[in-house]
């Protein structure tokens, strides 16, 4: 009999909409990370990707009921952390046709962001069993050893663990210091690796037929945002920030491009550049990789930073000889004040120039994350933010709304002041969190309705990418077939209607 069935569920049409053909398709991270943890300690372990597999709900169900395994798991994570929430109603609606279905059901638990920001909530009203609050591995290996009545371990006693019949919890595991040792890796070889494929921008730097996967380097985050969930899984009283080995992190790598002939690779980790000295460390070892083999001269990675982080010069000057194409940066906002109303670093718009500017002397491009509707945005205040986007004319942006994603400290502070704001009290639910989402629903301000700052931010996404400025750095940096598919984009992404009733 099989242990243990990790499922990653069919959640990206409906998440990405209309935009899901220039969407990355992701090794599932923690579904990889966890079946390593528990593969090497004796249990058997399999791996069902709905997302690449391209399955229905109905389909996924009935490949989850046949398995028969002694337990089901459903990781609710998307491609960064904060979009966890968004993957939850695919697993429900999954879950819930197995439950109905097959008789006797398989134990069924959800793992993840959401799941461990509100474990009671997901039990109570969510078709699973279980629910793990915490990182993952701990829970899941004791729980499939509590399923084994000879081993003389109960389900109350395993931590971290939410369950049924009523709710009842231990209290989470302690994170895992040694990375190494308990997640030296993903299991990738339970998955087929040529089903994945990397985000548009980011094969325009790379080979197509490079492939791609993720690679995690670090857990944990120092900094607390406001609008972050990041914080969810991981437990306070334990260290912030862990780390794998460099030479683990290379040696992933080298499996990937070695085994799998994978060279567009994402790093996740919200702050990789935080330390530079373990950056320099890993990129020494990777240009000892590229002077011994070719393959390593095609490597397209590319990282998260901070504005803040990105200060040293020769650091990216080695990032971008290791293969670093791409720095995600997190700017937010154009608004000093609104930045620092939600905690979003001290840092001055001279700095976020010099930043950019900086990161694209290395040689490597940015993509730049900007925010509207954060609690202080006003309509100038975002006209502010797509003004700095413009002058910055990065070769990506990203434009969000704000949301209260559960997890974050503002999710708990509209919980208590204004419910009625948050998608799952309003018809479109839990799906209402995905930014790309017909049903996306933000959060309002003080001067701005929900609907208004959507508008604004589909408004601006066509504002930039339509610019002729634009499209002549893109062309001078990238060449003309990343203007084309960008005109493509354009098209696919043009403003909808959502359950607000309004143009988006």
């Known amino acids: 009999m099989l242990d243990l069935l990790l499922v990653n569920a069919p959640s990206r049409v409906r998440v990405y909409d209309a935009l899901t053909e220039f969407a990355a398709i992701e090794p599932p991270v923690w579904a990889g990370l966890i079946a390593r943890a528990v593969l090497n300690v004796g249990f058997s372990v399999q791996i069902l990707d709905a997302e690449a597999e391209g399955l229905t709900v109905e389909e996924t169900a009935l490949r989850v009921g046949n398995a028969q395994a002694r337990l089901i798991a459903f990781s609710i994570y998307g491609q960064q952390p904060s979009a966890s929430t968004q993957c939850l109603p695919a697993a429900s609606a999954v879950a819930q046709i197995v439950r109905r279905t097959f008789s006797p059901s398989p134990p069924i638990l959800a793992f993840g962001t959401h799941p461990s920001a509100l474990p009671k909530k997901t039990l109570r009203e969510e078709p699973f069993d279980y629910v793990c609050q915490g990182e993952g591995p701990r829970t899941i290996k004791q729980l499939l050893v509590a399923l084994y009545p000879n081993l003389l371990l109960s389900e109350s006693d395993v931590p971290g663990l939410w ?3 009523g709710v009842t919890t231990q209290a989470a595991a302690p994170n895992i210091i040694d990375l190494d040792t308990e997640l030296p890796c993903q299991a990738w070889e339970l998955l087929d690796m040529t089903q994945y494929r990397a985000h548009n921008w980011h094969l325009w730097t790379g080979d197509p037929k490079g492939g791609y ?29 862990r ?12 499996r990937l491009v070695n085994d799998y002939g994978i060279t567009n690779i994402k790093i996740p980790d919200e702050m990789f550049t935080l330390n530079p000295a373990r950056v320099k460390g890993i990129c020494k070892l990777l240009l000892q990789c590229r002077a011994a083999n070719k393959s390593f001269d095609n490597l397209n990675l590319w990282a998260y930073a901070r504005i803040d982080t990105v200060k040293d010069d020769y650091m990216l000057a080695m990032m971008r000889s290791a293969g670093f194409r791409w720095l995600g940066l997190g700017i937010e906002s154009g608004s000093k004040h609104v930045r620092d109303g939600v905690e979003k670093g001290r840092f001055s718009t001279e700095d976020i120039f010099a930043a950019v500017a900086g990161v694209r002397a290395a040689g490597i491009c940015v993509g730049a994350n900007y925010i509207f509707g954060l609690p202080d945005d006003t309509r100038e205040s975002m006209r502010e933010t797509l003004d700095l986007a413009c002058a910055l004319n990065t070769e990506w942006a990203n434009f969000y709304c704000a949301m209260a994603y559960p997890g974050s400290a503002l999710h708990m502070q509209v919980s208590r002041e204004h419910p009625e704001w948050l998608p799952e009290n309003n018809p479109c639910g839990w799906i209402g969190y995905s930014q790309h989402a017909t049903e996306c629903l933000p959060l309002p301000t003080a001067t701005l309705t929900a609907a208004e700052v959507l508008a604004f931010r589909d408004d601006a996404f066509i504002a930039y990418f339509s610019r002729p400025e634009y499209s002549a750095m893109l062309i001078d940096r990238l060449g003309v077939p990343a203007a084309q598919q960008v005109e493509r984009m354009l098209i696919a992404g043009q403003p909808k209607r959502n359950l607000l009733g309004e143009r988006r």
């Not at 780390?243 to 080298?254: D, H, K, R, T």
């Open 163 to 165: 369950r049924r019949p």
């Open 213 to 241: 996967a993720s690679v995690q380097t670090s857990l944990g985050c120092p900094f607390k945002c406001e609008f972050c969930c990041i914080q969810a899984p991981f437990d306070d009283a334990s260290p912030r920030m």
């Open 243 to 254: 780390y794998w080995s460099a030479a683990n992190v290379v040696g992933q790598i080298a």
